[in-house]
């Protein structure tokens, strides 16, 4: 059930030698009209709690504007020995939905443009959303995400992401399945597996909702061991 108003808590649990970056999601290519949500989320590195660091909080609402467009905005914060807030960026975008309403394949796009605190270069990104429904109930998504970065401080080429979900709705309202996160860097230098980012868990579950309300938790483990200096986000 998609509820008109939503208001959400995410704690994203993540295990692994990288900083607590990946408080995005693998979202969907449609807009749902009427749907606005406000959502506080928080991922969790359970590796440098010990050094205060290991927090990253974001402030993330959607609007539907109508059926066809959906405006989003977010903002991060980390968690630093100095304080527990410390402003990181805030980010913008529009959703464009491509697909035909009661399809079996859903697409979209999403325009994106980011300012980042400090001497960081700014961004502007376009993100290919898709969605399938299988016969049987299945659900498989896919998006493909992109940075460019602005100023004297760019770095040349594109960042690269993409995010993976197959999942299923139990007729309890739990999910089962398993998403995953991949950086892949810079289109300038892309590398090989072991210098990206993998992540890998089960989708995140809804455990309580009422009245437009919802607890959802997810459990992300680094397959390759590398640390996340700069990723794509949404």
């Known amino acids: 059930m998609m509820y008109k108003r939503l208001v959400g808590l995410f ?15 693998v979202f969907p290519p449609f807009v749902n009209p009427g749907f606005q949500s406000l959502q506080y989320r928080v991922a969790v590195d359970t590796d440098s709690l010990s050094d205060d660091t290991g927090l990253q909080h974001r402030i993330h609402y959607l ?14 914060f980390n968690r630093t020995p100095q304080t527990e807030f410390d402003f990181n960026y805030i980010h913008i975008g529009l ?6 309403d ?14 980042n605190e400090g001497a960081r270069p700014d961004q502007i990104g376009l993100n290919w959303m898709h969605q399938y429904y299988f016969d049987n109930g299945w659900t ?8 460019l970065q602005l100023g004297d401080r760019a770095a040349n080429g594109l960042s690269l992401q993409t995010r993976w979900q197959l999942a299923k709705r139990l ?11 991949s ?21 995140t579950q809804c455990h309580w909702v ?9 459990c992300l483990v680094c397959l390759n061991q590398h640390q996340i200096l700069n990723c794509v986000s949404g």
């Open 140 to 147: 498989a998504r896919g998006v493909l995400l992109t940075a």
């Open 171 to 181: 007729q309890s309202g739990h999910g089962v399945g398993l998403e995953m996160f």
């Open 183 to 203: 950086f892949y860097g810079s289109t300038d230098n892309l590398g090989n597996f072991d210098s990206q980012i993998i992540l890998s868990g089960p989708p």
């Open 11 to 25: 704690l994203i649990l993540v295990a692994g030698q990288l900083s607590a970056q990946n408080t995005g999601g």
């Open 63 to 76: 609007d539907a504007l109508n059926d066809d467009y959906q405006f989003v905005a977010f903002a991060g």
């Open 95 to 100: 959703f464009r939905d491509l697909g035909v």
């Open 210 to 218: 009422e009245a437009g309300r919802c607890l959802r938790v997810r």
């Open 102 to 115: 009661g399809a079996k394949y859903r697409t979209g796009v999403r325009f994106d443009g980011r300012i």
